[in-house]
Every structure is written in structure tokens, then in C-alpha cells.
């Protein structure tokens, strides 16, 4: 007989194939706590290895000032540490590019989580051992348990230490070998009082903080069932490694068998007991078969996997119509060791004949899986039975009646024939006829085609006709052979039909998520999102769907979303989405938290926690099924998970926002505090100059102090007057006040006052002579105009010259203003009309508004506003306004 394999050498075969793929093995020494001998195991383990002969190099390891554990370093060779200056101190840390030049079997590298100084090659020394690892090294390595990702918060509540430095649980999960140095709280707590742990006033701190009793109890058995954990996987991949479906019993694993007879709350109940008493985990099955159940099936159904789930079972449902096969194939799935069934009171006269009850098939084909019976109360065999659980579908004629044609039509076409072919032939065409009626009707009209083939076949072609008398044994076993053909073929095609049905719910199952996830993902906006999933989901379930996502605040919404169905909220709706909310759980219709609601409310959960509810108002008076709710979780799962981006993007934005806010901030009151401060700075030093005594004498002194003071003091006017209008033109308080205007008269005015503020730059004007009046705003027109111009002189060559030109083109008034300076640089020419922006290399001056608000000016007249390189060379603005040309008066008539 073959023994079964032995776990650990299997396991130990699984690891050396891994490392024969050219990786470097991991090996992890775990511990509760500092102190507990992690690092003295580790060098032990070492000194071993190097003395069989193994390459074995000292990467960096701490002793703690620890005499026992530094003595284990005698003899091992060292690699050199890398010196780095960290903040003016020169720090030691391990050398990672001098361990891969030396490329030992294996190198040693203490504390696991330890944080690089800056400027190492990689941040966490753990990513070091994944290198090393990479490129073939084998490494012993120890860790804490407090240090691993998964368990900081809980370390953290327990103890009330923060850990700065953590591991992510992948390292340990890719860890070849992980050995747990356990020591109890006790023994440890005396290396701490011996000094052996730490010493003076640090080790007296730590017994009455971290190193508490109850704290180091809880930190062992973190690290005990993280070992504990990590063995159990092993051996699950040993079993699916080695094709071995029945489990091996290293921890008790149990399942119980839930349907809505009355007899399952018992077995709940008797399932969590035993797994309380044997700590062990237990799964709630419930297979689904294609036989629809009654109303108050569902609705008891609902309230045993509740009960189960409440005690702590994971529900599981699965769909099958052979329920031992359904039960069977998910116990050994999930490794379960134990199944839990109910004892029948009452069985058939066939199940008494066959042994072909549930238990019995359950019993023969388990394996190695213990199957428990569980004598249901006497109460509940007034429950009906299985078969009786399931609606009766409306009973139809149609079928019976087609049964019927088919053995009359058979029987007419074979009449005139039965001297031809024989009676013997025509019995075989009545046997098709039953095989073909199997394909088109049920069992109960294939019965019928059996009876009354068989009855037409001996009355009226079988000698002697006319009678029901048979001769011969091989007519009477034909005779017997309709009814088994039609028994077979009939209960083969319900079967088939139950699994066609349920093939058929599943797929249209999984079109749903697949539409609604690509639905979901092509969403632009979370309106466009909600919509999809209302329409999906409400087509799936049959219902009206309403959702309630959270707001910026992850404050419950007043109202739900006009993207799904308000008919569903009412104030009481509304009251027990809130609760829904609040708590975290389900509620309304179907659950047992306000289940007199019209509508059943789920959280849409996240690892955020809440982001919101959706409500699912059936159309029909109906319960759900355990797969259908799974299938609505899954729905507002996906769901939940597009409020959660949706909101992270908004934040995103706000973040944005709110930088660009700031940096815009900053850039206003650095311009604004020079453009104000300069001029004002000039008009306050030349008046002191006026003041002197000198200077009142001087004329042209004075004259000239005059001029500085006007220039300085319309530079102050040009600054205020831009920040007034851009802030008239953003709150769109500014509108035009259109009137027809002279364009010359305009075009003249501007460049009057250009030149009084230009510093000496030759300004020309070509205004075309066949402009009519045009329908504009003079003031709003002339400010823009004035800014191009002066923006010309600033940004365009010292002194050089300005074109300014107006003309009617293609229906349009151009107003265009040319420099000749050095232009735009590469894609600068957008830019330019931002506010606030300002060309590379520009000198200091100005706010950069000019333009901005030439843009908002020519936008507010319908217009628009461009900017290009000229040819020549230079800048080219061009303002284009619409034109509306005052009406010409009709004349006179004649007199």
C-alpha cells in the first residue's frame, strides 16, 4: 500500500526546485521582541555553515554590546562597511555593491526593517536583500514581529508605540524559510533585568513600557500565528502542487450543509460549538439548485446565513443540482476536514430500497473527510420536504397535447405501412418517437408518449391486433422498454435543462459585471457612473435602484442621487440609508435591521471605510438568494470603488487648486508689492526733493521732479486700473456698453496717450479709410488697445518702433499692434494672455495682467484675441471684433 507523502520533504522539494531557478534563498529569524536571541540563533546557524565549508560573509550585524552573540563572530569573515555623512556624522552602513562583487553563498544581514542613511542606493535595507536575493546570494536575515506592515496598528494599539520602520508582508511570504526564536514573556523579562537586553536606565524604561507582560503576551502570539499561518499555506501548496485532494489534518476545518428547512438553525448552532470546541474555522454552504425556491423558502433561507455569518461561518454558496457532488467538490476546495449534515427523519420507499439519500451518497464518496449526521428535532420533520420547498410551476396542457400529436402522427404515417415493413419496425419508430418527445417536452409528457406508444404499438400492429395480448417474451420486453427509454431520456433531459438553466444564470451573471465594470471605467464623470449602475443593476435584479454618495465631508447626502431613482426614498428611506451608512451594514428589506422597509440598503465600502449607500427596491414582493446578494454586494463593491475615485480625483483637483491658488497668491503680492512700491517710492522721494529748499529755486529741477512724479503716479493709476478690471471682468460684474464710435477718433485718442507713456519708442497709426462706424465700447476698446501698445514698449526693442493698425477684414475690425522686438519663444504664444504670466527672461515690472485682460475685453465683445511671430521678425497682437455698422438713414422722399 503507498504511504502517503510526508508534508515537510514535500515542502523541502517545492524549495529547492524555487532556488534552481538561479534566486538567491531567504531565510527570516522572527521574533516577539529585541532580546529574544534572534541574531545569536541566527550566527550559530552561521558557524555551522562555515565550518562544513559553506562561503559565509558577515554583510552587517549588531551585537548590542552583547558579549555571547559577538563571541559567534569569531572566525567569520567581515565585509567592510560603507562610511556615509548623514547631518555632519558619519554613519556605517552596509556595503551592497561590495556583497555583490564579492558574491559569497551567503551573506549575513541583521535587522531587517532598518532604514538606509540618505543617499544609499536603496531606501529600506530590505530592499538590499531583494537584490542580493536577485542575483543569487542566499541571505539569513532577522526581524521583529512589530515591524511587519500588517501588524503595525495593532502594535501600535496594544503597546501605544508607534513603529517608524516596517517590512511589507511580501518579504516574508517570499522568505524560503522562516524560524520563529520564541521566548516566553518571563524569560525575557529577566534577560532584560540581567542586562542583557539593555542596560542602566534604558532597560528599566522598557520593562515598565514596551516590555510590559501583557504587551509581550500579545506580541508572542502575533509572532506565534504568523508562523502558524505561513505553515498552513505551505501545506496548502503541497497539496495543490502534488494533486492531493483530500486534506491532511493539521488543523480541523469544518462545514455544514445550510438550506431553508428549519432543521439548518440547529445545525448552525451545533456547527459553531464544534468549531468553538475544536478552534477551528467552519464554512456555511449552500448549494443552489435550478428549482426556484417559494417565498417563504428565500426569507428563512436569508435569516440561516445571517445567523451563520453572525456566529462567524464564511457563507459560501454554490449552484448544482447533486448536492453530495456540490457539497463534496467545495469541501475539498477550502481543505475541509469535517462535514455536518442533518439526519433525515422520513425517506422514500425508493431511498429505503436504493441507499440513494443525501447522507448515504455523502457518506460513500467523502474519502477522508468525516461526514457528522445530526438528528434534526422531532418539530421539524412537520417542515416539508425538499422537493416541496420549490414553487410548482403552473401546471400546462401544451406539452401533454403535444405528446399526444406525436404518437398520433407516428401512428397514421406507420398504418398503411405495417404490411410493408413489419410490426417489428414500427415498434422501433415508436421507440424514436419517445426519444425525440424527450427533446421537445418533460418527463410527464415523455411518459405519456411511452404509454400510449406502447399501447397503440400492441393493440393495433402487434398479432393478434386489436387486443392487448402478447405472445412472445421479446414483444413484452420491447413493451417494457419504452418506459425505461422514457424514464432515462427524461430524467437525462430535465438535467440537462436544470444545468442549461443555471449555465444560463450564471453567464447572465457575468455579462452583468463585465458590462458593468467596462460601463463603470468609460465613465466620464460620477453622474455618467451612477447612471450605468443604476441601469445595469435595476435591469439584473428587476428593481429600482437609488444611490447616496458620501460628500466632501463623507457627510451623508440630504437627498439621493439624481442619477439613480428618487421614487425608492421616502423620509423613513431616507432614515434607514443613514443607519446603513452610520453602521456600516445592511439594512431594510430582507435583513434584520428595519426589515418592514420597502427597499434593502447597502454600504458601499471601501478600505477607506464608507463612501456610500445604495437602495434596491425589488419590483416584486420577493427575497433574495444567498448568489443573487452576493452578486449585489459585488455590484456596490464596484460601485463604491468609482465614489472612491471619483472623490480622490476631486481632491486631487482641490489640491491643485489650492496649490495653484497659493503660488498664484504668492506671484500677486510679490508683483503687486513692486508695482506699487516703486512708483510710490519715486513719488515720495521726489517730493522731498520738491520740499528742499534747493530745488524750489531750481526751475528745471523742479520741472523735472514734476515729470518723474506724473510718470510714476500713472504707472501707479495703470497698476490699480488692471486689478480692477480684472477683477470686474472674473466676477462678471463688467459688461459693454456697446454704442457706435468713430474707429479713427478711437485709434487716434489710444496713441495719443500711448506716447505720453512710452520711453521714446516712434509710434505709427494706419487706420483704413473705409471703417464706418463700428458698435463697441469706447472705454473698454481704448483699455485694451492702450495695454497692446504698452506692452509693445516694454517687451518689444528699446526705442523701437510700434505699428498700430486698424482695418475691416472678412467682415471683422482688426485692431493689430506690432513690435519689433525678439518675439515668442516655442508655444509662447498662448501662453502670454494668462494672467499673472511672464516670459522667460523678462525684466522685474508689471503684473502680467495686460494681456490677460485684453483676452476678457475682446472675449466680452464676441471677439478674439492672437498673438504671432512676424515674418521680419518681431510680435504681432491682433484683436478681431464683429462689426455692426450703423444703419444708413433712408432718404427723403422728394417734395
Known sequence: MNERPNPDELLAQLKRDASAAGRGNLKIFLGMAPGVGKTYAMLLIAQTKFDSGVDVVVGLVETHGRIETAALLSGLPFLPRRGVIHRGTTLEEFDLDAALARRPKLILLDELAHTNASGSRHPKRYQDVMELLDAGIDVFTTVNIQHLESRADAVREITGVTVQET???????????????????????????????????????????????????????????????????????????????????TSEHLLVAVGPAPSSERLIRYARRMASTMDAPWIALHVESSKPLSESDKLRLAAHLDLARRLGAEVIATVGDDFSEAILRTARRNAVTQIIVGKPLKFSLLQRLGGNNLVDRLIRQSGEIDVSVVRAEREDSRAPVAADTHDRRPFSLRPYAIAVAIVTIVTVLCWPLQDLIGFRAISMIY????????????????????????????????????????????????????????????????????????????????VVLYRLTRELSASANLEAALRAAAEQIGGLFRAAVSFFPAGNGHEFPLAPHPAGDPGVVSEKELGVARWSFDNGRAAGRSTDTLPESAALYLPLRTARGVVGVMGLRLREARALLLTERELLETCATLVAAVIERESLLRTARLSEMAE?????????????????????????????????????????????????????????????????????LESGHLKPNLEFCDVRELMESTTAIAREQLSGNPLTLDVARDIPPCKIDYALIETALLNLILNAGSHGAARGPIEVRAAIREGELILQVRDFGPGFAASEEQKVFEKFYRGPGVAAGGLGLGLSIVKRLAEAHGGRVSARNAAEGGAIFEVALPVESMPRPNPEPAT
Open 167 to 249: 517590512v511589507p508582508d511580501s518579504m516574508l511570504d517570499a522568505a524560503d524559510e522562516v524560524e520563529l526564536i520564541d521566548l516566553s514573556p518571563e524569560q525575557l523579562r529577566q534577560r532584560l533585568d540581567d542586562g542583557k537586553v539593555y542596560g542602566g536606565e534604558r532597560a528599566k524604561a522598557a520593562t515598565e513600557n514596551f516590555f510590559r507582560e501583557g504587551n509581550l503576551t500579545a506580541l508572542r502570539e502575533m509572532a506565534l500565528r504568523s508562523t502558524a499561518e505561513r505553515v498552513k499555506r505551505d501545506v496548502r501548496e503541497v497539496m495543490a502542487a502534488e494533486n492531493i485532494s483530500a486534506p491532511w489534518r
Open 431 to 510: 421507440l424514436l418517437a419517445v426519444a425525440v418527445s424527450a427533446l421537445l417536452v418533460g418527463r410527464g409528457p415523455v411518459l405519456v408518449v411511452a404509454t400510449l406508444s406502447a399501447l397503440f404499438w400492441d393493440f393495433l400492429f402487434l398479432p393478434p391486433r386489436f387486443t392487448l395480448y402478447i405472445n412472445e417474451v421479446a414483444d413484452g420486453m420491447m413493451l417494457g422498454m419504452y418506459f425505461v427509454i422514457a424514464l432515462v431520456l427524461g430524467e437525462l433531459t430535465s438535467r440537462l435543462r436544470s444545468r442549461e438553466r443555471a449555465e444560463r444564470r450564471r453567464e447572465e451573471r457575468a
Open 660 to 728: 495653484a491658488s497659493e503660488k498664484l497668491q504668492r506671484a500677486l503680492f510679490d508683483s503687486v508689492s513692486h508695482e506699487l512700491k516703486t512708483p510710490l517710492a519715486v513719488i515720495t522721494t521726489a517730493t522731498e526733493h520738491l520740499l528742499s529748499p534747493l530745488v524750489a529755486r531750481n526751475e528745471e529741477t523742479k520741472t523735472a521732479l514734476l515729470g518723474e512724479v506724473r510718470t510714476a503716479a500713472r504707472r501707479l493709476e495703470r497698476t490699480v486700473n488692471n486689478l480692477l478690471d480684472i477683477s470686474r
